[in-house]
Nanobody
Framework: EVQLVESGGGLVQTGGSLRLSCAAS????????IGWFRQAPAKEREGISF????????YYADSVKGRFTISSDNAKNTVYLQMSSLKPEDTAVYYCAAGRNFWRVRTGFPTYWGQGTQVTVSS
């Protein structure tokens, strides 16, 4: 059974930083694209960053480019999202997601989802 377990969410002030972790189990880690979506109340889900665990290729949405950094530790089967210069508009539930095809994950069709972790940025 594949599991994606997120951690690291919380409450932070504007301009602060958080690091989200996504620990994956039940899959061959180096064969997947893993990344992050977020959804704020009354807003559509947004794919914000993804990484290919096979070649390290990464994608960032314009809304987070330059502020967020995604990385993977293949030895720990974990993907990280370092979030800096946080803004109130970053407030959302952040979901880890994984799939074999980079473009399917990026376009919103991953195979697996985590349960989500809340990030709240206060002004």
């Amino acid at each position: 059974e594949v599991q994606l377990v997120e951690s690291g969410g919380g409450l932070v002030q504007t301009g602060g930083s958080l690091r989200l972790s996504c620990a994956a189990s039940g899959l061959t880690f180096g064969n997947y694209t893993i990344g992050w979506f977020r959804q704020a109340p009354a807003k559509e889900r947004e794919g914000i960053s993804f990484i290919s665990t096979s070649n390290g290729g990464a994608y960032y949405a314009d809304s987070v480019k330059g502020r967020f950094t995604i990385s993977s530790d293949n030895a720990k089967n974990t993907v990280y999202l370092q979030m800096s210069s946080l803004k109130p508009e970053d407030t959302a539930v952040y979901y880890c997601a994984a799939g074999r095809n980079f473009w399917r994950v990026r376009t919103g069709f991953p195979t697996y989802w985590g349960q989500g972790t809340q990030v709240t940025v206060s002004s």
